[in-house]
């Protein structure tokens, strides 16, 4: 079982920029596939971002050109950089591991943009 905490939220003005951290422990998470869900008061969970153990990612239609997923196995992290923010971005992110069918979650941090 892997331990995730997430730190880094806050809150940001539209067109701001923040960046989110996953620690992973527990685990070993470079052979995880890793990735960041959203979820926005009265809306279901979704999918901001993955990245594979190679390093292949993948985005939300909504975050493409704005979020940039990484990790850096030697810290067992994985970093969530949010550019051109929009009030639309505003919820609770939460780090996400799967390893074969053993999944993982942290306890979310709270990104807000508004002026």
């Known amino acids: 079982q892997v331990q995730l905490v997430e730190s880094g939220g806050g809150l940001v003005q539209p067109g701001g920029s923040l960046r989110l951290s996953c620690a992973a422990s527990?685990?070993?998470?470079?052979?995880?596939?890793m990735s960041w869900y959203r979820q926005a008061p009265g809306k279901q969970r979704e999918l901001v971002a993955g990245i594979t153990t190679g390093g292949s990612t993948n985005y939300a239609d909504s975050v493409k050109g704005r979020f940039t997923i990484s990790r850096d196995n030697a810290q067992n992290m994985v970093f969530l950089q949010m550019n051109s923010l929009k009030p639309e971005d505003t919820a609770v992110y939460y780090c996400y591991s799967r390893l074969g069918f053993q999944i993982d979650w942290g306890q979310g941090t709270q990104v807000t943009v508004s002026s």
């Open positions: 527990g685990s070993i998470i470079s052979i995880n596939y």
